[in-house]
């Protein structure tokens, strides 16, 4: 956590700790979010029983999952709210008299949250909620820990990036290592083999999302809560075009480094040639010497007989 003076400490807290220190220019937490914009480290516990008003973000995209997140809990709380203190057996005027006072609401916020609750629309809505989560037959099995934070810790412990269908797998098995039911199991046979079938042609989104089927807003499979489905196609764009880049820089580097391969081979081929016509011309100036001794033998060998021939030719006289 930081102090006002801009003090950096690390210390044990709990949501008890934290609600009764939580006033303006006092300690603030400290929450590290992830490359998808999800809270992570111990701190995100504190942030997932505790969401007050006094937290600084930096980031836009930071923010937008501290609101879709307490977005997330007031809607869990009001409908719990609802299913524990609201009674269908009593009329709507003892509802509204039967408030519940010992956690702390009031009379008059009570009265216009259960006319809210009891409208129409509002009913259907919740119907309708209630049968989406009846169609998950997958339950996750990390219990209250996010599955960004289960992600981190776990590519923090080995050095190394978790894919969506590590984590999928993870978060769907057991203490014993089975998976939590069939469908489960089903899915993640059914992500392993299509991604290993078309790895070549298509991101692992794409895989999920055929396996799966379309993302929702708010919430990638796999991912965690706050994470969009255009951030992870974006991520997965950029992280496309880096492995792109990163392929041309080698690619560059091995035609840098024939062309420094070449460029010494030339040299060396222009110094052979340069010693061969050396050599050559050596070779014609030796010929030339040997040439040049044989006809001096051979005038020399020549000269007696013509001298022998002239005294004959004289005495004859």
């Known amino acids: 956590m930081i102090d006002e ?18 006033e303006p220019g006092g300690t603030w ?43 997330k809990k007031l809607r869990d709380a009001r409908s719990q709210l609802f299913r524990q203190y609201y009674r269908w057996d009593l009329t709507l005027e003892e509802n509204l008299q039967n408030f519940p006072k010992d956690i702390g609401i009031l ?18 809505l919740a119907q309708k ?33 978790y894919s969506r269908g590590e984590m999928y797998a993870i978060s769907h098995k057991k203490s014993d290592g089975s998976f939590v039911n069939e469908d489960a199991y089903n899915n993640n046979v059914s992500t392993r083999k299509l991604q ?20 929702q807003h708010g919430y990638v499979r796999s991912v965690g809560l706050g994470a ?15 492995a792109e880049n990163e392929k041309i820089k080698e690619t560059q580097e091995e035609i840098n480094a024939l062309k420094e391969k ?17 050599d050559n011309a050596r070779t014609k100036e030796i010929e030339l010497l040997l040439q040049m001794q044989n006809s001096s033998e051979k005038q020399g060998l020549e000269s007696p007989a013509d001298g022998r021939r002239s005294s004959e030719s004289s005495y004859r006289i």
């Open 5 to 22: 003076e801009g003090n950096v400490s690390n210390t044990r807290l709990c949501v008890k700790y934290l609600v009764a220190k939580s």
């Open 29 to 71: 937490i400290i929450i590290d979010l992830n490359k998808d914009h999800c809270a992570i480290g111990q701190a995100s516990s504190l942030l997932a029983g505790y969401l007050g008003l006094h937290f600084l973000v930096d980031d836009g995209r930071d923010k937008e999952f501290i609101f879709v997140s307490a977005s």
């Open 107 to 124: 009379e008059n916020d009570w009265v216009v949250f259960v006319h809210y609750r009891r409208k129409e629309k509002t009913q259907k």
């Open 129 to 161: 909620n209630a049968e989406n989560r009846a169609k998950l037959k997958a339950p996750h099995t990390l219990g209250s820990k996010s599955l960004a934070r289960k992600k981190h810790e776990l590519e923090s412990r080995d050095g190394r990036t």
């Open 196 to 215: 290993a079938a078309i790895k070549d042609f298509v991101s692992e989104n794409e895989v999920f999302q055929k396996v799966f089927g379309k993302e």
């Open 228 to 242: 969009t489905p255009s951030q992870i196609n974006r991520s997965t764009r950029l992280a496309s075009s880096s």
């Open 262 to 278: 070449n460029s010494k081979i030339d040299e060396f081929m222009e110094a052979v040639k340069f010693l061969t016509q050396r």
